[in-house]
């Protein structure tokens, strides 16, 4: 029997064509896998600016022609990556990007066997926490997160530099605390020392401890000492949850307390709260919370963090109430130009009382002109 086509049939979509529109940009995996494959082979890196024969490349990459001429060709769809000619595949700019040197460090970040991957994988077991409220990463890997670290050496190795990454964002943070009449800065959680090595540089007087879990203490010792600053250190390799060192006028938390539930986070505060006594301070910075925080990374990052390790991003009110549970106050509270949040809490009754706002509003002002150059 003859089909006669009206012309109607093709310009009306079907019910999953239309759908498929509007839910792909947001559900395909496909080619976000691909990118990542992409990345971890290192294919920028071994194309090296040249057009290369797929066969070649290959090669280079101990992978199946075939397969990676698919890979390439899916790529090249969504615009990474070029066909100059049949089977013979050149850099572009998106691909440029993946480049091992590129100063976005994207390539590391997106390395299935790296940390940012993982990171990634894990949301292969959101099913599990939102049912349960568990982090995926224990079913996805097998072991709690900083567990799974501990026994990966080489993923706790890229873990670390990824934290230490971004030498803006870093200075960022540690310009968004006056520290002039600091003595002594206990960095609690305090990775390979990127925030100390910030500090210590600007401000020639102050000492510091570095306080995290041995290995990483290690690390962080070659990392201050490749800058010539671990005569001013002194270097912790121990748990917060236990009683942390003395003598610090300031205990420093970094994007430590958002990576633990409420129970944890008031422990570790008040660990802090301890160490600091009466005259110290305890200051808390963290990434995306608080009112002016993009909501869109906020509510990514809060999701983040309980897929990997059980944590939640907090708002500066969030914050503020657990710490009053550790006895502490909010002294002041603002927000740095790269979107981080600074709390500066003292002993209950010991925080100055703002008038008016104008801490906050102090800080904020004093924010670039205080921090030396
Ligand atoms: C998200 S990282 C933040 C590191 C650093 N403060 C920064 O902003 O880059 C959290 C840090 O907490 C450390 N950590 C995890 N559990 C710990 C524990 N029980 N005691 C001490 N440090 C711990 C990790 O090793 C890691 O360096």
């Known amino acids: 029997m ?87 595949f050149a850099v572009n700019k998106p691909a440029a990007l993946l480049a091992s040197d590129h100063p976005s460090g994207m390539r590391e970040q997106l390395d299935l066997g790296a940390f940012g991957g993982q990171m990634d994988l894990a949301f292969t077991g959101l099913l599990h926490t939102v049912r349960t409220g568990r982090p995926a990463w224990e079913t996805v890997f097998g072991a709690p997160f900083w567990h799974h670290l501990a026994a990966n050496p080489q993923l706790s190795l890229s873990f670390d530099a990824t934290m230490a990454a971004g030498a803006d964002y870093v200075a960022d943070a540690a310009g968004g605390y006056d520290w002039s009449g600091v003595r002594h800065v206990v960095d609690v959680g305090g990775g390979t020392g990127a925030l100390l090595a910030e500090v210590l540089r600007a401000y020639p007087d102050i000492r510091a401890t570095l306080v995290d879990l041995p290995e990483t203490v290690d690390r962080g010792r070659r990392h201050l000492a490749e800058r010539g600053l671990e005569t001013r250190c002194e270097f912790a390799g121990q748990s917060f949850f236990d009683p942390l060192p003395a003598g610090g006028d300031v205990y420093v938390l970094r994007r430590v307390v958002h990576d633990w539930s409420d129970d944890d986070a008031l422990l570790i505060l008040r660990r802090c709260a301890d160490a600091a006594g009466q005259r110290g ?62 709390l500066d809490l003292r002993a209950a009754g010991q925080a100055p009382q703002e008038q008016g706002g104008g801490g906050s509003a102090q800080r904020r002002a004093m924010y670039g002109s205080t921090w030396p150059q």
């Open 2 to 88: 003859a089909v006669t086509s009206t012309g109607d049939e093709q310009a009306r979509p079907s019910a999953w064509e239309a759908a498929w529109e509007v839910l792909a940009p947001v559900t395909d995996l496909v080619t976000p896998m691909a990118v990542r494959v992409a990345a971890t082979l290192g294919l920028t890196d071994l194309m090296a600016g040249d057009v290369v024969p797929v066969e070649e490349l290959a090669r280079r990459s101990g992978t199946d022609a075939d397969a990676l001429g698919r890979l390439l060709r899916h790529l090249v769809c969504h615009g990474v990556f070029t066909e100059r000619e049949p089977g013979r």
């Open 281 to 342: 301070r305890v200051v808390v910075i963290d990434s995306s919370g608080g009112s002016g925080a993009d909501p869109a990374m906020f509510a990514e990052m809060n999701l983040r963090m309980l897929v990997l390790l059980g944590g939640r991003e907090r708002t500066a009110e969030d914050y503020v109430a657990l710490a009053a549970g550790a006895g502490l106050d909010l002294a002041d509270v603002h927000r740095t130009p790269l979107g981080h949040v600074v």
